[in-house]
């Protein structure tokens, strides 16, 4: 891969309207692997035997099987909105995530509800930044739990927004990345819409 397209560009990055004392940053064009943070949050599925998502690929394709290697060890014990700290022994990374907390999704749940999950782990592990791709903003996933793409972003914006408001001053947690590259376009204009407004 051309050296060129792993740097960090800030102009792809857009701010929105913090949410109590955390900032939200929408990245627009880096690939999720390459964007810096304490910790990536994303789902996996107890049931199924392979985990070969887009994003268990992109995490794959920089580190192997360390991360997934860590949630197999605990498969017997995944249940829904079960969260595991997945730790790189290599810390102090600096071109990308350091570790990642996967949130067992069975599509069982509310988004709202994987999404706090997934931050309250990570306060619980005291990560001051997080990256988060577009969890089920995806129109193979819509429809199962959430019915439209309006109620998806809804929903995860909400999950910010109630462990925000839950965790305020009290959580070392400061910045969440939203990635969005990758996010299909009837989810763009509302996932804009829901991060500029209180609602």
Not at 184 to 197: G, K, N, W
Request: include cysteine; hydrophobic fraction near 40%.
């Amino acid at each position: 891969m051309d050296e060129g397209m792993l740097g960090y560009d800030e102009d792809m990055i857009s701010e929105k309207k913090p949410i109590e004392n955390i900032r939200i940053r929408f990245d627009r064009g880096h690939f999720i692997a390459r964007i810096p943070a304490d910790v990536l949050i994303t789902t996996i599925e107890s049931r199924n035997k392979l985990w070969y998502g887009s994003v268990d690929l992109e995490i794959k394709k920089v580190a192997g099987e360390i991360y997934h290697a860590q949630a197999e060890a605990e498969r017997s014990k995944l249940h829904d909105l079960r969260t595991i700290i997945a730790r790189n022994p290599d810390k102090n990374l600096t071109d990308r995530f350091n570790d990642v907390i996967f949130v067992v999704d069975n599509l069982r749940s509310p988004l709202d509800e994987v999404i706090y999950a997934g931050l309250a782990a990570a306060h619980g592990e005291k990560y001051k930044s997080v990256l988060l791709p577009p969890i089920r903003l995806n129109s193979h996933i819509t429809g199962i739990v959430e019915k439209t793409p309006e109620e998806a972003v809804q929903r995860f914006y909400k999950g910010i927004k109630e462990f925000a408001r839950c965790y305020g001053n009290r959580t070392s947690l400061e910045e969440i990345t939203v990635a969005t590259s990758d996010l299909e376009r009837q989810y763009v204009l509302p996932l804009d819409i829901a991060f500029s407004h209180e609602g």
